[in-house]
């Protein structure tokens, strides 16, 4: 192999000193130099440079010797260098007895080289295309990447290969890269154009009992770099970071990883973009805080970008533990897990404060959780958000509330770095959270798993489950659309496409029925759902629920909800009507909420456009708009479409209907009959109408009697449109009763 100038340096001092009869200076090219013997003096600079006596080197034409060996192949003379200077260069892990077949075990070797580039304050080390063997089955740590500073570069993730031994039962092995010290003279570790690759089908095809050695298992490195590599057949964690500066994975590729794909813990800036995602069996992108670590670990955690990636056949989520400034925007997610933004996932993971929160262009197709059916009311996009919280520190008030004992307002930015397991701390609620443009929906059939096309279902083993139905259908896709669960303020649920739920936006701050520290009338602040597209979600569009009376400040505006247009609803009639069963379906479901505003959203294929609970005055609902074929304004089982129509017209600036065929099993569904609304200057000639309907007559004139004919009231109930008969003439005196 050729030499390295650092080689060179050494071995022009070996052999000077006779051990191989050639002085210093005098190689030939292409002429190969074996090391047959060392004295004690030169035995361990050796070692540490080649690794083993016997091993051949051919000398490169830069060290080409002219007459009496004295200059370099160029012809210039030789500059002076110092051997860190020298090591200063890529070091090749082939100088140091790497071999790329396959077989060999590579351990020594590469330990060798990162071990020189260390002595050398860091560097490049290459690594050929090959494939590098590490078959060792102890549970320690196989390379040792110390101090960093260093970057391990191949010819490409499908050239360079490091393949490492992950066992054939249960017991763990140890890591390919690992160290763990907190060091404050670490500095930063890349891997770019590289493939790990595990044995995970050695393993036992059920669920593992352990969790093992993970290819990186770093901490404390103030950067982290995974450029353009795979990781592939892992039968553990493709990577677990802690506590490092910033972590940045971008253009790699992931594939039949049984454990988390990508895994940091407390750690800021983290990026992972670009990146392609295949039979991940636990999270695929796993960003955790520990409580443990928030007020020892300055700063916390915050600043996440997950953009552009591509996920199919995930088992897990995509996973941010304790989020505050946090992009998830422009993932593509197929026969795969969630999207979480979560307070706490374990009992020493989050609490504490979360904020600037966005969810963004994300497309979610069939989202499944776990390795069998149980899917079943998990979310898409689950914002799980820390409760707001009072302590000593603010004299027991929420941030953000008046404090009487100081006479101003507690400001929630002051405590926006604190934390919920120091019980005097105070939190503020969650602030600033965007849920927009999303789409969310259902592309596959019930079936075995397989036959979607994706391969097996893997959560940290192998499973072929198939998907059943259910009383309603909660089958593959019927879990929820966007929920959104603890306190917050400053929220908007905007232009998202929602489609084959079984609720598309719940909102919950009852936090999974545990009572909020806040008084009731404070739960929900400043919050709006609009523009979003609800389609086929058999329950609820929108539900809005507090265990307690509650006052929810948000405004429902603009939103089209069309809860069963298939009727797959257990009590949804394929005529378009209901049976008499609050488990049809609701438009918006309001139970115990106060205060909140419903306008101008459309409403189609629910009982109950509005359910407050038959609650007066508990929110403004008007200058809505709901389609259907009404026979009576009570919720009746002849009402087609709409169950139940909700009080007030347009004239009022309440609610507004459009009737249509609502019926599926007719020829002219969904055709639109008439528009109750428009203006008419004489009795409507034609279209359907329900008995009890008044038309305006905008053009009032007098009959013969001098009175005004101010409208006309329907008396019957369809087509007809006979004078007397099905409409009859409205008439107000002009005559004052006081004359």
Same mark, same amino acid.
């Given at each position: ?54 091993? *051949? &080197?051919?000398?490169? @034409?830069?060290? =080409? /010797? $002219? ?5 370099? +192949? #160029? ?55 090959? *494939? &590098?063997?590490?078959? @060792?089955?102890? =549970? /320690? $740590? ?5 101090? +960093? #500073? ?590």
């Amino acid at each position: 192999m050729p030499l390295t100038k650092a080689t060179q340096s050494v071995i022009e001092g070996i052999v000077s000193t006779g051990s191989t009869g050639v002085s210093a200076g005098s190689f030939i090219v292409g002429q190969q130099y074996k090391i047959t013997s060392l004295g004690t003096t030169t035995q361990s600079q050796w070692n540490t440079i080649a690794g083993t006596t016997g091993q *051949t &080197y051919v000398v490169g @034409s830069l060290f =080409t /010797a $002219a007459t009496n060996g004295a200059s370099s +192949g #160029n012809g210039a003379a030789a500059v002076a260098r110092t051997l860190a200077n020298r090591f200063a260069d890529v070091v090749n892990v082939k100088d140091f007895g790497a071999v790329g077949d396959g077989i060999t075990d590579n351990q020594t070797a590469f330990q060798a080289a990162i071990n020189a580039a260390l002595a050398a304050g860091g560097g490049t080390i290459y690594i050929p295309k090959g *494939t &590098y063997n590490f078959p @060792s089955t102890s =549970t /320690a $740590a196989k390379l040792d990447p110390g101090l +960093g #500073n260093l970057t391990f570069k191949g010819d490409g993730y499908t050239s360079s290969i490091l393949k490492y031994w992950e066992g054939t039962g249960t017991e763990q092995q140890g890591n390919l890269f690992s160290n763990t010290t907190n060091n404050p003279s670490k500095s930063a570790l890349i891997f770019k154009d590289l493939q790990i690759q595990g044995s995970l089908n050695t393993r036992s095809q059920s669920l593992p009992s352990l969790r093992f050695g993970n290819p990186l298992f770093l901490d404390y490195y103030p950067e982290v770099l995974i450029d353009s590599c795979k990781f592939y057949n892992i039968a553990a964690m493709a990577m677990d970071f802690h506590y490092c500066g910033s972590f940045k994975c971008v253009n790699s590729h992931f594939e039949l990883t049984a454990a988390d794909a990508v895994r940091t813990r407390d750690t800021n800036d983290c990026i992972v973009i670009g990146n392609t995602f295949k039979s991940v069996g636990d999270d695929t992108v796993a960003l955790h805080t520990a409580t443990s670590t928030l007020l020892s670990f300055t700063p916390q955690r915050e600043r996440i970008i997950v953009s552009n990636n591509i996920m199919v056949n995930c088992a897990g989520n995509i996973r941010a533990i304790g989020a505050k400034k946090t992009i998830i925007s422009n993932n593509n997610l197929h026969l795969a897990g969630q999207i979480e933004v979560l307070s706490n996932y374990l009992t020493f993971e989050g609490n504490n404060p979360m904020y600037d929160i966005s969810v963004t262009g994300n497309i979610i197709t069939d989202s499944i959780f776990g390795w069998n059916n149980d899917a079943v009311q998990v979310p898409a996009i689950m914002i799980d958000l820390q409760m707001a919280k009072f302590g000593s520190s603010t004299d027991n008030i929420i941030p953000g509330d008046y404090n009487s004992v100081t006479g101003k307002i507690v400001y929630p930015w002051d405590n926006n770095q604190t934390s919920a397991i120091v019980s005097s701390n105070s939190i503020p609620r969650a602030n600033g959270v965007v849920v927009s443009n999303n789409s969310i929906s259902r592309t596959k059939s019930k079936t075995l798993y397989t036959d979607f096309g994706v391969g097996v279902r893997m959560w940290q083993g192998f499973n072929d489950p198939s998907y059943t139905i259910s009383t309603v259908e909660n089958t593959l896709g019927r879990g929820y659309g966007i929920f959104v669960n603890g306190n917050v303020e400053n929220l908007v649920i905007s232009n998202n496409v929602i489609k084959n739920c079984l609720i598309g936006i719940y909102l919950n701050p009852d936090k999974n029925g545990i009572t909020s520290p806040e008084t009731y009338s404070k739960v929900f602040k400043n919050g709006v759902i609009s523009g979003n597209v609800i389609y086929d979600c058999i329950e609820t569009g929108i539900r809005f629920f507090h265990g307690s009376a509650a006052s929810f400040d948000v405004h429902i505006i603009g939103n089209s909800i069309n809860c069963d247009p298939y009727r797959i609803n257990m009590y949804s009639n394929i005529n378009g009507t209901y049976q008499n069963n609050n488990a049809a379906p609701n438009g918006i479901y309001a139970f115990n909420a106060r205060g909140y505003i419903v306008r101008e959203n459309k409403f189609k294929n629910c009982r109950l456009p509005i359910e407050d609970g038959g609650l007066a005055g508990v929110g403004d609902e008007s200058n809505n708009i709901f389609y259907g074929q009404p026979v009576s304004p009570y919720a009746v089982t002849d009402n087609k479409g709409i169950g139940r129509l909700v009080r007030g017209n347009d004239e009022n600036g309440e609610n507004q209907y459009v009737i249509e065929d609502s019926d599926p099993t007719s020829a002219t569904y969904l055709d639109f009959i008439s528009l109750p609304w428009k203006t008419y200057f004489q009795q409507p000639a034609s279209g359907w109408y329900p008995k009890g309907w008044f038309v305006k007559n905008y053009t009032p004139t007098l009959d013969a009697n001098g009175m005004t004919i101010s409208g006309w009231v329907r008396l019957t109930t369809g087509a007809g449109h006979v004078a007397g008969v099905d409409w009859a003439v409205a008439r107000v005196s002009n005559v004052s009763p006081a004359t």
